[in-house]
């Protein structure tokens, strides 16, 4: 079994560092910062918790709520309902480990 990599959360991004942004939109500047993975959670429908820099897919379990409306007002992009923390998530192939220290994981939260 992989490791899980969310649980409630409506974005996820694992960082390889935590240096600086660029400029431009929120998604440029997370992506210039070279993450190890970033997940939009921003599938339309499916099981997979698409990785943004294509390298980690994750596999979403027990059918969370995709499409649901995103964090940022006046965005298209969308969220992910895990309705139940201990039930609902999204799940990282065991091939991703983060060995280099330190390292960041940054997520936004809906409480």
Known sequence: MGDVI???FK???ARKNAGGVGAG???AEVLA?????YYRLNDPSGTTCTDDTTTYDATYTNTPTLGET?????STNKAVLFASASSEYA????????????????AWVKT
């Open 6 to 8: 969310t649980r409630g």
């Open 11 to 13: 974005s996820v991004i």
């Open 25 to 27: 939109s929120y998604y």
């Open 33 to 37: 910062d070279s993450p190890v993975a």
């Open 70 to 74: 995103g964090a940022m007002s006046g």
């Open 91 to 106: 799940e990282i192939d065991s091939t991703l480990s983060i060995t280099a220290y330190p390292f960041t994981i940054e």
